[in-house]
């Protein structure tokens, strides 16, 4: 389990998504278009109101993160989950916690956006609203509902290594409808940073039927990941620093046209083993590593 920062809405979730507009704008064609998007996504019963936002950068325990539109996310790690101690309490865009319904928080991207989570150990896939921010503990990169934990098969376990990507089209509408509101409800001028009512409708909390099964590795490593760095010479200085922690190397990876040279400890056998190496790793005065699967 993860803890909330007071400095933000405190961290907890909301269902599972997708959704739909209402929102006064300025002309019937502005109306129709809202109206055409949200019919592309699904049409549950119910809808809940909350903000879109992106966010400015904040700190927690001494981390710094930079919440930020990303539509080629992706990145695998280990999930956690939330529920009882958060149900029913705002989450950090305003909607109401709900545990049994199908949603997650993650640090950085946009307030709501859709995620395909997908336990990498069983194949268990499935969409998910983010609506809040965290997780805060050191190595998870998302925090889902409960209900999306049992459906994902983790939620005895309390944790999984998991692949996590933005649905570009439906994160995308999204933001598309918060600004066709801010338009309807301004005079002029869109703000830079949004934060617009949207309607967000809701799934069933029996979201089974959703749950695909896909294809996965089943020789999944977990690595501890220090640093990343452009500079060969920074990445070496970081593996001497690590090395009494344990094996350390150096791997080159290729983001777009530029070379990253990453620090990572590693594999290790189990996410117990990983967390002991990552605290060890966060006390010797590298914060921002973090637990990744390849």
Known sequence: ????????????????????????????????????????LSNPPQTESGNYKVGNPY???????????????RETGVASWYGAKFHNQLTANGQI???NAISAAHKTLPLPS???VTNLTNGRSLKVLVNDRGPFAHGRIIDLSRRAAQLLGFERAGIARVRVEIIAPESRRLANLANLAQRGNSTGMIAAEPSVPV???????????DVKVVPVSS???????????????LARQMERDLAPIGPTQIVEATVGKQLFYRVRLGPVETVNDGDRILDAVVRTGYPNAQLVVY
Request: proline share 5%; hydrophobic share 45%; charged share 20%.
């Open 1 to 40: 389990m993860t803890y909330r920062s007071v400095t933000l809405r405190p961290n907890r979730a909301i269902p599972i998504s997708v959704l739909c507009a209402s929102f006064l704008l300025a002309s019937c064609a502005e109306t129709r278009l809202v109206l055409h998007a949200a019919k592309k």
């Open 59 to 73: 700190r927690i325990g001494g981390v710094w993160y930079y919440p930020k539109v990303d539509y080629s996310y």
């Open 97 to 99: 916690f709900d545990m």
């Open 114 to 116: 859709i995620v395909q």
């Open 199 to 209: 309607r967000i409708a809701s799934l069933p909390a029996d979201g089974s039927a």
């Open 219 to 233: 020789n999944t490593n977990l690595f501890v990941q220090a640093g990343s760095f452009v500079r060969r010479d």
